[in-house]
DNA sequence: GTGGGTGCAAAGTGTTTGCAAGTGT
DNA sequence: ACACTTGCAAACACTTTGCACCCAC
């Protein structure tokens, strides 16, 4: 929905490449306006998919090396749900205090902030004599379909566009 | 230092392989010896070490195999700080709703519990249709040496027992 | 004795990398 | 032109597994 922040976004990375003197090659494109066209989490084999479609030259290879720099510059966040596959979220840049909560049948994900916990994680930190330089808080869970269904239709819902 | 809650967790480790009708090999028992002796956080290749010193037998896989057994049961968390391999706590049964903190230079890690943040954890989660089932808080920081020498000495001091 | 358990080495799985060819600037 | 990029496939690192032998109960 918020199309200008996530066009803003597309523009910061380019300006990222542009300062690190990388180039925009159109495997990067492809890769790129994937990214920023979603609200989605997904992981590096979803995003070679999808950026196929736009340009069937991206290799596996160009994905796992162009993750990295998206991290890098601080507005797609790497995310370790303790799966065997790591999650993207390309949501960080407006939202950089986000955490997270997962369905632990369908991987469904919902995003939420709060102020409340992120200044008792200052305080706590503070006191054990820890600069904090990330955090993360995830909540694995029964969404309200598992919880009344005992199992989940969306399964694996988000691995297509 | 609460050798006796230990004593207790190990005690519970075997009541949980009975219940399973499981068996007590050396080779588990020394696995077993080892995680309940130790309050620190291991990773997969160090309790195959550790473990090693107690019985020599000990192989990687049965280590690997008992992991699973271990973090069944209750008495031991896995916890994945995003690194390639995977740490293990023994503290979990006396305190199951401890977070961590991570130094990012020394993997040096601090537990801390925070009721507050518990109870804000539930009132988001229900507010958000989920029932919680596990919750993991991880803050990676800077500890004190970090800050002040740019470098741990700690750096792995937890390698080796 | 029997069904679970073990070590070994091979297989798996997600990710990284060496290399020769290709391409943005 | 030159340095950065790419695809491919081989290499990696951690973890899992098939199999024949072994052993706790």
Redesign the interface.
Known sequence: MPVTEKQNAKQKFMDFLAKKQLRITSQRQAIIDTVFSTEEHFTAEQLLEWSRHRDKSVSRATVYRTLPLLTESGLVR?M???KDY?FYDPNYAEHPNHNH?I??DCDKI?E?E?E??AK??DE??HK?????????????????EL?KLGACRHKSCHEHE
């Open positions: 790497e370790d749900f303790g790591k909560i369905c632990q919902v939420f709060s409340k916990i008792l994680e706590i930190s054990l004599g820890f600069s904090i330089k990330a955090q993360r808080l995830q909540i694995t869970g029964n969404c309200e919880k």
